[in-house]
């Protein structure tokens, strides 16, 4: 006790004089910033900062064009719909005009004409002619509403979406790991309904529109030829309310577009994880983000609304004048005009308001709408896939023969600027070898059956079976041959024999066969429908067990020479792993099986056992001469009571 005394004399002197330091701080606060600066300088000093740029970010935020639409969008929807049969369709609306003006200056000329004992000469002609233009107008608006809105446009709605839709399916599994579901849901949701009805809405009223006001300040003229002195400034004037009024609603648009997907993934989300959310009392969370990402949707509302009504009263004066100036000069000219003629100027005049204010309305919504197209188009030319089928590279129709697979100096990474997972691997298999490939977490096992498939393409190096380059191939070639056991069973909605035979290629007698060696029959057999029995979505009302047989009796089903299990016996029983492996054992004997073994216990009477380390091949040998040497192997197989 006395020798530590001097002790803490010490610290209790340190601890006094930090108090005053801070104290004289406290009354000096420029001394406190620069002692943080001098202390931000040592640390800088003792622990520069790292230079190996951060890890990329997996999942970006969605971007929005800015600025006007490309003519490229508006020429992409043009060809889907037909540039020819679009020409037509604008001189059918030319025409279903013209019929209306010729019509109501027909009945205008009418009301002049000279009346005898109190009666208008000529009048049967009068009427046939009236009513020929109202027939041929009603004819023209049936066709043009029935070629284009109910034919080519639909069509062209259902081109654009094949388009996008087999982008989508041959795009890299890459993409749906940095792509939220919500953005994919999005475009199929909200932009196809957008390109399937609102768009060919906006074109109708738009042509619409435009031939009437074409047609208005055509009489104006006509009649009145100095109407055209007031016609120029005022059109000046639309043009600029039009384009500042487009370039704020067609970004709205855009912006309203964006903010929708973080709802629909949340959406998503929230459905998938509803137990969980429960089981910890989280829906109060939960329903204040879906509320918080609702509100950010909805900020592009309120300024929509507000450049509505500056929309409204600039259309209304540019209306009012041309109604002002076309009475004007119909007064002036009144000696050299019908009284009809007036009439029909005055007439036509006074509708043109709502008229610019719907076309100008219809070129906003148009250039809004055809957003969704620049949207879906996107999709339509991301980078997809290797080629389904490569016709002048297709192996024979039985390869593989043998099985034999062949790793040459092989490299993968999952994606550009990210480290490699594989790294040099080097390794033969003969055929008929049954290869355990074991490994710690994140050792590269499942990346390898990734490699095999072509679901991960090569950094470097070249994967050959039975001296075929799979590089070279189509993926429907490669795949087609190879049979995957997953982890995770997967089953459709749908019966169970579709989800075993979805190509309907093989007899009911086939599929109880292997029913039978899957050790299923006596489940399908009690069902009502038996092979026809209804799985839900996702295979919900089977258990695991039965969904992971259902898997190996649609492997069984298939019988290729290479088969890969990814740790299939990894989340059922022990009983219904003993049922697979024997089934393998006999099934697919003279078959080449990789195995990626979360039991060792099913592994050891394998040919080989490969040991992955960090992407690397640590031991590959039989697991008799892996055991002996005591290597990484061994430790694992004495971990589990085996050694």
Not at 82 to 102: D, E, H, K, S, T
Not at 184 to 206: G, Q, S, V
């Amino acid at each position: 006790m006395v020798d530590s005394e001097p002790v803490v004399s010490e610290v209790r002197k340190q601890f006094i004089r930090q108090i005053s330091v801070i104290s004289a701080d406290l009354e000096n606060p420029q001394k406190i910033s620069t002692r943080k600066r001098k202390c931000s300088e040592r640390k800088a000093a003792e622990h520069p900062p790292d230079k190996k740029p951060s890890a990329q970010k997996l999942i970006h935020a969605e971007t929005a064009e800015t600025g006007r639409v490309k003519l490229q969008v508006f020429w992409e929807y043009m060809k889907a719909v037909g540039p020819v049969l679009c020409v037509f369709i604008c001189f059918l609306y030319c025409c279903q005009n013209a019929a209306a003006i010729g019509a109501n200056v027909w009945l205008s000329d009418w009301t002049s004409d000279s009346v005898v004992n109190g009666t208008q000469t000529e009048t049967s002609m009068r009427v046939g002619v009236y009513a020929a233009l109202g027939l041929t107008q009603g004819l023209l608006i049936f066709i043009t509403c029935f070629l284009s809105r109910a034919y080519l446009m639909l069509k062209a709605s259902q081109m654009i979406h094949q388009q996008m839709l087999q982008g989508t399916l041959l795009f890299p599994l890459s993409f749906f790991e940095a792509t939220p579901s919500g953005r994919i849901l999005n475009r199929f949701a909200k932009d196809i309904d957008t390109i399937d009805t609102h768009i060919p809405e906006n074109i109708d009223i738009w042509m619409r529109t435009f031939w009437y006001t074409a047609s208005v300040l055509l009489i104006c003229s006509t009649l009145t030829p100095i109407f055209l002195i007031v016609v120029v400034p005022l059109m000046v004037f639309y043009w600029w309310v039009q384009r500042f009024y487009v370039a704020t609603s067609r970004q709205l648009k855009r912006l309203e577009s964006v903010s929708r997907s973080p709802i629909y993934s949340h959406f998503s989300e929230t459905i998938t994880g509803t137990s969980v959310i429960r089981a910890y009392g989280r829906q109060d969370a939960f329903v204040l983000i879906s509320d918080k990402k609702v509100d950010e949707n909805q900020k592009s509302y309120y300024p929509n609304i507000v450049s509505n009504r500056w929309l409204g009263i600039r259309i209304e004066f540019i209306g009012n004048c041309i109604v002002l100036f076309a009475a004007l000069f119909s007064v002036i000219g009144r000696s050299k005009l019908t009284p009809g003629l007036v009439g029909l100027s005055v007439s036509y005049a006074l509708q043109v308001t709502m008229s610019l204010n719907w076309m100008v309305r219809m070129t906003s919504d148009l250039e809004s709408n055809i957003v969704a197209v620049e949207r879906v188009k996107e999709y339509s030319e991301t980078e997809t896939e290797a080629p389904w089928i490569v016709p002048d590279k297709r192996p024979p129709e039985d390869w593989p023969t043998q099985g034999k697979v062949e790793f040459n100096d092989y490299s993968v990474r999952y994606r550009e600027g990210l480290d490699l997972v594989l790294k040099n691997l080097t390794l033969q298999v003969k055929g008929g070898e049954k290869i355990g490939i074991v490994g710690r977490t994140g050792a590269g096992k499942s990346s390898m059956t990734l490699c095999l498939f072509r679901i991960l393409e090569a950094a470097a190096g070249e994967i050959t079976i039975d001296g075929v380059k799979i590089s070279e191939i189509g993926l429907h070639d490669l795949r087609s041959k190879l049979t995957i056991i997953p982890q995770d069973p997967v089953l459709f909605s749908g019966t169970l024999r579709m989800n075993l035979d979805p190509f309907e290629k093989y007899a009911d007698e086939d599929i109880w066969k292997v029913l039978e060696l899957s050790h299923l029959n006596k489940f399908v057999s009690s069902q009502p429908a038996g092979i026809n029995h209804e799985c839900s979505e996702g295979g919900e009302n089977l258990s695991v067990g039965q969904r992971q047989l259902v898997c190996l009796a649609r492997a069984l089903l298939r019988k290729t020479r290479i088969l890969v299990l990814d740790e299939a016996t990894a989340a059922i029983d022990l009983e219904t792993d003993d049922l697979i492996q024997s089934t393998i054992r006999t099934q697919f004997e003279d078959c080449t099986v990789f195995t990626i073994a979360h039991r060792l216990n099913t592994i050891l009477d394998y040919t080989k056992v490969l040991v992955l380390d960090k992407g690397e091949i640590a031991e590959f040998d039989t697991p008799t001469n892996l055991i002996a040497k005591k290597g990484i192997f061994y430790g694992m197989a004495k971990d589990a009571g085996l050694a």
